[in-house]
C-alpha cells in the first residue's frame, strides 16, 4: 500500500533523461507558464495521455457497437467540457485527440489568475496564490496547479483580505495594461490553437481516425 504520509507520484517521467530537443521544449512550457519545474509539465502530459488513450479505446469499441461505450464517451465528454478543454457544445472524441498540454496547463489557478489580469505576470500569480491572496469558490487556494472547472472561473478574485484589493495598489495592473495584455493573449493564443490544431489533425489522419469515428 505505502506510508500514506507520502502520495505516490501520479505521473510518469521521460523514457530517456538526455534528450536536447525534448529538454529545450520543456523548459519553453516551464517559462511559458511559469512552472515550479518540468515535474509539473509531466503531470500535464501524464493526464493527456490518459484522456487521450481513453478517447482512442472508446472509438474503437464504439465501432464495434458497444453500448458502454457510448455512455462511457459521454461521461468523458462531459468531464472535458466541464474541465473546459472542450466547447460548450459540438466536442466528441476526435477533439480529445488534437489536445495539447498548453491546453492542460492553460486550466491551472496559475495561468487564470494571471489571464484575468490579477497579477502582472504568471510568476506573480504563483506568489499571489501561494500567498494566500486568491480566493476560488469563496475560499482561500493556495494551490497554483489546480485545475479550475469552466463553472469556478468566474469566481477567481482576489481575497477579501488582500492588500491587493485596493486598486491603488503599486502592483496592480492598470486598466491600459489590462486592455494590452488581454488582447495580446488572445491573438497569440489563437496563433498557437491553428498551429496546433493543424498539426494534431494531420497526426489523427496520419493513424487512420475519422471525424466519423467519434459519431458512430
Same mark, same amino acid.
Given at each position: 500500500m505505502g506510508d500514506p504520509k507520502f502520495a505516490r507520484r501520479t505521473f510518469d517521467t521521460p523514457s530517456h533523461p538526455w534528450e536536447g530537443e525534448r529538454i529545450k521544449s520543456e523548459q519553453t512550457v516551464v517559462n511559458e507558464f511559469g512552472l515550479k519545474n518540468k515535474s509539473e509539465v509531466w503531470k500535464a502530459q501524464s493526464i493527456l495521455r490518459n484522456?487521450?488513450?481513453?478517447?482512442?479505446?472508446?472509438?474503437?469499441?464504439?465501432? $464495434?457497437?458497444?453500448?458502454?461505450?457510448?455512455?462511457?464517451?459521454?461521461?468523458?465528454?462531459?468531464?472535458?467540457?466541464?474541465?473546459?478543454?472542450?466547447?460548450?457544445?459540438?466536442?466528441?472524441?476526435?477533439?480529445?485527440?488534437?489536445?495539447?498540454?498548453?491546453?492542460?496547463?492553460?486550466?491551472?489557478?496559475?495561468?487564470?489568475?494571471?489571464?484575468?489580469?490579477?497579477?502582472?505576470?504568471?510568476?506573480?500569480?504563483?506568489?499571489?496564490?501561494?500567498? $494566500?491572496?486568491?480566493?476560488?469558490?469563496?475560499?482561500?487556494?493556495?494551490?497554483p496547479g489546480y485545475i479550475v472547472l469552466r463553472s469556478e472561473e468566474a469566481t477567481i478574485q482576489y481575497a477579501p483580505s488582500s492588500a491587493f484589493t485596493d486598486d491603488m495598489h503599486p502592483m496592480r495592473m492598470s486598466p491600459e495594461e489590462l486592455a494590452a495584455k488581454l488582447e495580446a493573449d488572445a491573438a497569440r493564443a489563437e496563433r498557437e490553437a491553428r498551429k496546433q490544431a493543424d498539426v494534431a489533425k494531420k497526426d489523427a489522419e496520419e493513424a487512420g481516425i475519422t471525424a466519423e469515428d467519434g459519431e458512430n
Open positions: 484522456y487521450r488513450k481513453q478517447s482512442r479505446e472508446l472509438q474503437a469499441r464504439l465501432r $464495434g457497437n458497444d453500448p458502454q461505450a457510448k455512455i462511457e464517451a459521454d461521461d468523458l465528454l462531459d468531464k472535458c467540457t466541464r474541465m473546459g478543454l472542450l466547447p460548450m457544445t459540438g466536442g466528441d472524441l476526435n477533439d480529445i485527440l488534437v489536445l495539447s498540454e498548453s491546453d492542460i496547463l492553460s486550466r491551472r489557478l496559475q495561468t487564470l489568475v494571471y489571464e484575468k489580469g490579477l497579477a502582472n505576470t504568471i510568476k506573480q500569480a504563483r506568489q499571489m496564490i501561494n500567498h $494566500g491572496h486568491i480566493f476560488l469558490n469563496g475560499h482561500k487556494v493556495t494551490v
